[in-house]
C-alpha cells in the first residue's frame, strides 16, 4: 500500500472533499476541535467554512511533510529469523516460508 498525502478543501458552503493522509487527519482533527463548541459539534454550512478550511490548510501542510520524512527518512525493521518474506514456488512444499534473515535488516520506506 502507497504512503498518499492526499489533499483536504471545504467549500465556502462548508462541504468538505479530500483523499489520503490529509483527509484522514483533517477528520482527527474536527474531531478534536469539536470537543470544545456546545454539543461537541462544529458549525454547520458556511458558518464553519472558515474555521474548516483552516483546518484544512494545517492537514494538507502536515499530510505533505508526513509523507516527505516518512518516504525520504524511514525504515522498516524486518527482525532477524523472521519468515515469510518470500514463499517457495517448489511445487513439492509449495507456498511455504523460506528462510528468513539471519541479522535484523532494514528496508527503506518508498
Known amino acids: 500500500m502507497a504512503l498518499v498525502a492526499g489533499s483536504v478543501s471545504v467549500s465556502a458552503a462548508g462541504v468538505v472533499s479530500g483523499s489520503g493522509a490529509a483527509l484522514r487527519l483533517y477528520n482527527k482533527r474536527v474531531a478534536r476541535a469539536a ?39 524511514g525504515e522498516a525493521k524486518i527482525t532477524a529469523g523472521t519468515g515469510a518474506l518470500q514463499r ?12 528468513g534473515p539471519t541479522v535484523d535488516k532494514l528496508l527503506p520506506i518508498v
Request: glycine share 12%; no cysteine; net charge negative.
Open 35 to 73: 470537543t470544545v463548541f456546545p454539543g461537541g459539534v462544529l458549525p454547520t454550512g458556511a458558518a464553519g467554512a472558515k474555521l474548516k478550511q483552516g483546518i484544512a490548510l494545517f492537514a494538507n501542510a502536515d499530510a505533505e511533510w508526513m509523507v516527505e520524512e516518512m518516504t525520504g527518512f
Open 88 to 99: 517457495t514456488p517448489n511445487p513439492n512444499n509449495a507456498d511455504t516460508d523460506t528462510q
